[in-house]
């Protein structure tokens, strides 16, 4: 996947719609053949917008979107071959399941047998067969979600874009389609373009997640480096929980840096976008990666910091701290014989590994970019 | 209720009751909110038009004015004149008639029978009138006979027969442009009206819900593509003939059309025009006034049709690779059907049955039938008929309904 020459690739794509405000402020974007891509971002962060114009229906107001090294940006979204699965489905409702299937082959003009076959072919491949004849007003939310995917999929279009296609579905049936979409994306290998704002879903799902804030990309990369090593604050808090200790750096070398938190302890954390010496900076550790002294030893960084109360989440436990300054701190702790007893008020230790944590952007004093 | 019993195995019968109880109770209330208005329904529209249909083939008046003269003709074999006897009874009838002043009852009754009858019975009553009754039996009927040559017509003896049927259907042969004949049965009028009324009437109608959807369904599509509150301003403007007064509306229409009118002056000053168009007082007018009275009724089903069409159903259609024009016809189109279906036959059945614009710039080329019931029910004073031609105006748009229900299906309709 990774390596291949870049399959699909936007350029310092810009846009506008009021002619004042750029709603998407210098995107750049390369793709490989075959990889699974998320736009992540909260709602009105440009990610739609970017679908949008890839798949034509918003214009590029400066900038290039390549495909297979064509321009595309000034081809009509009907020249495109771009599958597109929206978020209510968009199925037709006045054509039986079968015709909305059939639809794309028919304007491709294939012959009926031809037609015929696909259908059945894309039919059993979302186990939908039974349900030919019948119109979409007839199925469930999870059955017009396989539709509209087939329906994306049967012309074997060259990109497949989902704009949170699984937003009107519940939890339970949202996980199952989610299991579905990747079966079907390993099983066919097109390539997807895929917009949510929910993070669990792009962390299961993505190869690579483009995380949008404010019409700029503030991180792509694979979901594991994403939430293993943010790159600035926006993402450490917008993907999990993160616990935030401000300080400023005090030394930096290769691969870490010292940072005098605001309480007077010194800790270490990996160097991220905050490398120069007293800068102010957030160090940000995830809730599962903080854990009380004694399990760790000596080994990692301390804090001191006065227990406020837990709660029972079931397969782990939630104690909320506070340090001397008041910064709030969470702890994640399975539910198994380690989880300690605490008394409120009681002060204890808090501690974790450099390389788990990282130094970060203040809000207060945005980095010089 | 032993088959229920099962189903509510797990409940007492006190619970049952009790369940039963108040589901009445929470009908009875729902009942008594819609009392008023079901009353209101009862009184104002389903008990008028049982009254029409009643008297379309209910025609009691001649047969009490002479009910002796019409059982005499039940013997009558419709050929030749009546036998003595009958003539004697109907001149004891009218004489009877004429000295209670009522005689000009039964004129205008058998002048609508048979035309020209009015003056014949008046005068004829009149004779009979001055004969004392003791010289009826013997002078009677030669007194009738003299008084006009009409008496000894079968064809007037006939009619004067079939409007003594209290039950007939005599008045829908009428407005369908037939009638009876004693010797060839029932036979297309010498004069054709009615029918050619209904198709005119029909024509019309439709021609304005063509008009309405051809100028609507742009302007809806419009609407729907604009932002809410803009859409909802220019919606105010479209309503904007709803609260005017139908008669300045259609005042307006004629000072626009009218020879001297605004349309022609103009015409004529720019050159393009001779001599003015003759356009008021033709089915031109009325086509272009009730079309733009009635454009509301299309645009507001379809644009609320229209603004719960999503976006991306056209836009997925793009991209399963359809072009614009045939993406809208095939898929945009059919999903406005239900707007587009509502508002026609809206358009439509108000059309076929509206009076007031066609009567005030329709001139005769632009009457439409209701125009003629109207001219029954006031001028002519002959209500059967106008009740006739009202329960087949009636008839003809449950028709049309039921031909609409079987081929697009009413269930589709969408009003908002």
Known sequence: ?369 | MPARGALLHSLTAQEAGQAARARRRKRLTALLFVLPLLLFILLAFVAPIASMLWRSVHHPTVSELIPRTIAELQRWDEHGLPDEASLAVFAEELHALARKRQSGRLAEELNRAFSGMSSVVKSSARQLGRLQPEQLATDGVPTLLKAHRNWSRSEVWYAIKRAGMTYTYDYYLTALDLERHPDEGIRPRDTQIYLKLYSKTLTLALIITLLCALLGYPLSYYLASLPENRANLLLVLVLLPFWTSLLVRTTAWIALLQTNGVINSTLLASGLLDEPLEMLYTSFATVVAMTHILLPFMVLPLYSVMRGIDPSYLRAALSLGDRPLPAFARIYFPMTLPGLSAGALLVFIISVGYYITPALVGGTDGQMISNLIAFHMQSSNNWELAAALGSLLLALILLLYWVYDRFVGASNIKLG
Request: glycine share 6%; hydrophobic share 40%; aromatic share 8%.
């Open chain 1, 1 to 369: 996947m990774a390596g291949d020459k870049a399959f699909l690739q936007f350029i310092q794509v810009k846009k506008t719609y009021d002619h004042r405000t750029l709603v998407v402020k210098d995107f750049n974007l390369e793709v490989a053949k075959g990889e699974f891509i998320t736009l992540l971002g909260p709602s009105g962060s440009g990610k739609t917008t970017c679908l949008m114009m890839l798949a034509g229906f918003e214009d590029v107001t400066s900038g290039e979107i390549l495909i297979n090294g064509r321009q595309v940006t000034s081809i009509p979204p009907y020249e495109r071959n771009i599958g597109m699965v929206f978020q209510q489905y968009a199925l037709f409702p006045h054509m039986t399941i079968r015709e909305n299937l059939a639809y794309p082959l028919k304007i491709r003009k294939q012959p009926r047998q031809a037609i015929n076959a696909k259908v059945n072919e894309y039919l059993a491949l979302v186990e939908l067969q039974d349900f030919a004849n019948r119109y979409p007003g007839q199925l469930s939310g999870g059955q017009r979600q396989r539709v509209a995917l087939a329906r994306a999929l049967i012309f074997a279009p060259d990109i497949v874009l989902m704009d949170e296609p699984l937003g009107a579905l519940d939890k339970k049936l949202r996980e199952q389609m989610q299991f579905e979409i990747k079966r079907l994306h390993e099983q066919l290998g097109f390539t997807v373009i895929y917009v949510t704002h929910d993070q669990t879903e792009a962390l299961t799902m993505s190869d690579r997640i483009a995380v949008f804030n404010q019409g700029i990309v503030q991180q792509c990369a694979p979901p594991h480096v994403l939430y293993e090593r943010p790159a600035n604050l926006f993402v450490a808090d917008f993907i999990g929980e993160s616990n935030k200790l401000s300080g400023r750096i005090e030394a930096v070398d290769d691969q870490e840096v010292s940072v005098r938190l605001s309480d007077g302890a010194l800790v270490r954390a990996r160097k991220a976008n905050c490398t120069q010496v007293g800068q102010p900076t957030t160090v940000s550790v995830r809730p599962e990666k903080l854990t009380f002294t004694d399990r760790l030893g000596n080994a990692g960084n301390q804090v001191r910091a006065r227990f406020l109360t837990s709660h029972y989440v079931g397969e782990y436990i939630r104690y909320h701290f506070a340090t001397a300054d008041g910064t709030e701190l969470v702890v994640k702790n399975m539910n198994d014989s380690s989880a300690p007893r605490l008394e409120p008020q009681q002060e204890i230790s808090l501690a974790w590994l450099p390389q788990d944590s990282q130094a970060l952007d203040r809000p207060e004093a945005p980095t010089p970019s």
